[in-house]
């Protein structure tokens, strides 16, 4: 099995580049003896330099969006050849909070091919916003899988994580806390679809983390219900508590 893969997302945090240099420290010290896990921080685009101003080997650098376009007139847009240009490695597609203000599987999927040009990781972001009791959200999983990876080729899924976000698991507006099996019975089906799509070999290489408020209390939990990593929010801000949940990933 390969390593487990924590991502940091940092959103529209902090307020100043002083303050991104001081959490990255923090995160540098809280991680430092996390040899058997992957680290990625993903902070807003003016702050993808702050890595280079603090010595570290161990975390990789991600951002949090990019553009479906190379180049041209698209105003405050970023292109992938940017981001990567800037050292970063990893990039978020598709998360909720972009497909709320309209990223659409289509744009999520010309974002996934302009970033394999360009040899970033897309961190491919997909889940339901609401649980019914039908299980359409499953229908809706499956066709978020099959049209954010069209004309993704197999060996292109090696540099591919998938991030199951439950929607109505997240922030203040949450319906209630997924469960660690909730997740396993998700994580089953995007490996069904994925074999569906491609094969099972490729199926059971990709790695699927899980993205729906995570925190210390309850990442253990869902590394025994086998998550491969996280996608951390909110405490990802907090050196002490990433570092928690890195250390559960060891």
């Known amino acids: 099995m390969s390593k487990r893969l924590v991502i940091g997302n940092w959103k529209m945090n902090p307020k100043s580049l ?37 010595p570290n080997k161990k975390i990789k650098l991600g951002a949090q969006d990019t553009s479906e376009m190379l180049e041209g007139s698209y105003t405050s847009q970023v292109s992938s050849s940017m981001i990567s240009s800037l050292g970063a490695t990893y990039v978020i597609i598709g998360h909720s909070e972009r497909r709320s203000i309209g990223d659409t599987d289509e744009i999520v999927n010309k974002k996934i091919l302009q970033a394999l040009k360009s040899k970033l990781i897309p961190v491919v972001c997909i889940g339901e916003n609401v649980r019914d009791t039908h299980g359409d959200y499953l229908a809706l999983v499956k066709y978020q899988l099959i049209d ?44 069904k679809v994925l074999s569906d799509i491609f094969d099972s070999k490729v ?41 928690a949940i890195i250390a559960v990933c060891k």
Not at 165 to 177: F, L, N
């Open 203 to 243: 199926a059971h290489a990709t790695r699927v983390l899980y993205g729906g408020s995570v925190n210390p209390q309850n990442a253990q939990a869902f590394v025994d219900a086998t998550a491969d990593g996280f996608l951390v929010g909110r405490d990802s801000l907090n050196p002490k508590k990433f570092g």
């Open 18 to 54: 002083k303050e991104a240099e001081a959490l990255f420290k923090g995160i540098v010290t809280a991680s430092k003896d996390s040899k058997n896990v992957d680290i990625v921080v993903c902070p807003p685009y003016p702050f993808l330099t702050t890595a280079k101003k603090v």
């Open 148 to 191: 954010c990876l069209k004309n993704v080729s197999k060996l292109q899924m090696k540099n591919i994580v998938i991030a199951y976000e439950p929607v109505w698991a997240i922030g203040s507006h949450a319906t209630r806390v997924a469960t660690p099996e909730e997740f396993t019975e998700m994580k089953i089906f995007i490996r």
